[in-house]
C-alpha cells in the first residue's frame, strides 16, 4: 500500500491529532472526525492539509453518515482509526444509565458502526486496516474507572473477533492499548498523581501521544501486513 486515504475519529486532539500529523507527514490523504473542537480541527486542517468532518459518533446514524462524507472526500478508506473516546472518573455505585450508555456509545459503540461503514469499500478491494484506540484499563482494569476499563475491554474483544471475521478479505483489524499518556484526557490528574504513576511504568516516565500514533502508523503500514486480531500495548511496560 503506497498513499493511503485514512480516516481518523477524535482526530482534533490528543493521540488522534498526532495521528492526523503522522499520516499527513508520510503524504497520506487524510479525513478526521470530531465533535466540538472546532478552533483546534481548523488549526490542524492548516497545519498538515488534512480534511476535517464534524459529527457525534455516539449516535449510529450520525457515525455512519460521518464516515460516508468522509470516505466520499477521500474517494474510498484503506485505513480506519477509531479513536474516538472519553474517560469518566467516579465509584461504580455512583454511574447512572445516561452516563454508563454515553461512555459505551462514544468508546465503543462509534467503533463498531464506524467499521461497517467502511467494510464495504475495504471489501470490495479486498484489503484495508482497522485499526482501533483501547487502553491499559481495558486489559487490567482500573478502580473507578470500571465502565470506562469494561468499555475499553470491549473494543478488544471487538476487534479480535473482526480481525477472524475479515482475515479473508483481506483486512486486518488490530488494537493500541496505550498506558498513561500525556494527553487533556489525564490532565484532570494532579502532578502528584502523575508521578506516581510515572514511577510505577518501568521506563519511570509518561508517555507521548505521538509515541502512539507512530505505532498506529506502523500498523496501517505494509510491514505490518501479517499482523491481525493483535493488542499491542504503548505502555512503557506498565502492563506486561
Known sequence: MSKKKVIITGGSRGIGAECVRAFSALGDEVVFIYKNSDIRAAELCRETGARAVKADLSAPDSAKNAVAEAMALLGGA???????GIAHVGLFNDITKEAYNHIMDTNLSSAVFCSQAVLDDMIH??????????????????????????????????????????????????????????????????QDALTSLAQETPLCRIGKAKEVADTIVYLASDSAAFITGQVLGVNGGMVV
Do not use: H, Q
Request: net charge positive; with cysteine; aromatic share 4%.
Open 78 to 84: 484503506d485505513v480506519l482509526v477509531n479513536n474516538a
Open 125 to 190: 478491494k479486498k484489503r484495508g486496516r482497522i485499526i482501533n484506540v483501547s487502553s491499559m484499563w481495558g486489559e487490567v482494569g482500573a478502580s473507578c474507572e470500571v465502565v470506562y476499563s469494561a468499555s475499553k475491554a470491549a473494543l478488544i474483544g471487538f476487534t479480535k473477533a473482526l480481525a477472524k471475521e475479515l482475515g479473508p478479505s483481506g483486512i486486518t483489524v488490530n488494537c493500541v492499548s496505550p498506558g498513561v499518556i500525556d494527553t487533556e484526557m489525564n490532565a484532570s490528574l494532579t
